[in-house]
Each structure stands twice: as structure tokens, then as C-alpha cells.
């Protein structure tokens, strides 16, 4: 007896060829995840999502520090109030040039300059999605 499960909205799980129908996306994909899996094997449509399970934790760990040390320097969520893009662009400038020079902890936080660029851009990427009116760039 084959084993699959077909649920309401006409999705096929082929748990011994591995395989799932998506009758909505009409495509087929290999799900070695479900190989020898029971019935009861729960489906998450996620392949449309970021993904997350890829950030590297050291990477975000370090920024987290870089905005504790801002949250105490200014205030938390300060940087939500808005920044121009120049001035963002300018600090992560500062950070990158000073990564060329051989400095790799910034004096003033005692945090690496490259935790402090990921502050920048994430600034910056945040200001350039929701904050139109602070770009300042020359535009020449």
C-alpha cells in the first residue's frame, strides 16, 4: 500500500518517493525531510519566506551590542526617530575606514567596527524603506 496523504486542499505527500504535490503551485519538489516520516507529518508553506535560519547568530550577537551600548549612549529605539541617509552613510564610511587601517575595535565602545557597520546599514536600510524624506544625497 502506497504511502500518502492527500490533504483538503488537494496537496499530495508522497512519503515513500519523498515528494510533495502543491496542487495550488502545480509543481513538484524532492522532501528528503520526509522520508520515513509517520502520516501525522505536519507541511509548513514557508518557501516564500526569508530565510532566517541563515543569519549567522555571532553576527546579530555583535549587533545587539553595538544598539546596547547606543540604547545607553542615547536612548533605546533612537534611531527610530530618523537619521539622514548622509549621516548614515557617513558613519558606516568611518567604520569601513577604519577596518583598512588595521583598527578593528572602535576606542570609543571597545566593539568591533564591523558590529557597528551592521548598525549602519541596518539604519540605513530601515531609513531607505520608511523614511523617503531624510534623503539628503546630493544628486547631481
Keep these: 500500500m502506497a504511502n500518502i496523504e492527500v490533504f483538503k486542499d488537494g496537496t499530495i505527500v ?3 518517493s519523498r515528494t510533495i ?4 503551485q502545480q509543481h513538484v519538489r524532492d ?3 520526509l522520508a520515513g ?3 501525522s507529518t505536519g507541511l509548513k508553506y514557508d518557501d516564500d519566506k526569508p530565510r532566517t535560519d541563515l543569519l549567522d547568530p555571532q553576527a546579530l550577537e ?3 551590542r553595538v544598539l546596547s551600548f547606543g540604547a545607553t549612549k542615547y536612548a533605546a529605539h533612537n534611531w527610530r526617530g530618523g537619521i539622514s541617509y548622509s549621516r548614515l552613510i557617513g558613519a558606516a564610511l568611518r567604520h ?3 577596518i583598512l587601517k588595521g583598527e578593528d575595535i572602535d576606542p570609543e565602545s571597545g566593539l568591533p ?3 557597528h557597520l551592521g548598525c549602519c546599514w541596518m539604519f540605513l536600510s530601515n531609513m531607505m524603506k520608511t523614511r523617503p524624506d531624510l534623503d539628503d544625497r546630493w544628486k547631481g
Design 14 to 16: 508522497d512519503y515513500d
Design 21 to 24: 504535490t502543491y496542487s495550488n
Design 31 to 33: 522532501s528528503a525531510a
Design 37 to 39: 516520516k509517520p502520516l
Design 62 to 64: 555583535g549587533l545587539a
Design 96 to 98: 569601513i575606514f577604519a
Design 113 to 115: 567596527h564591523v558590529d
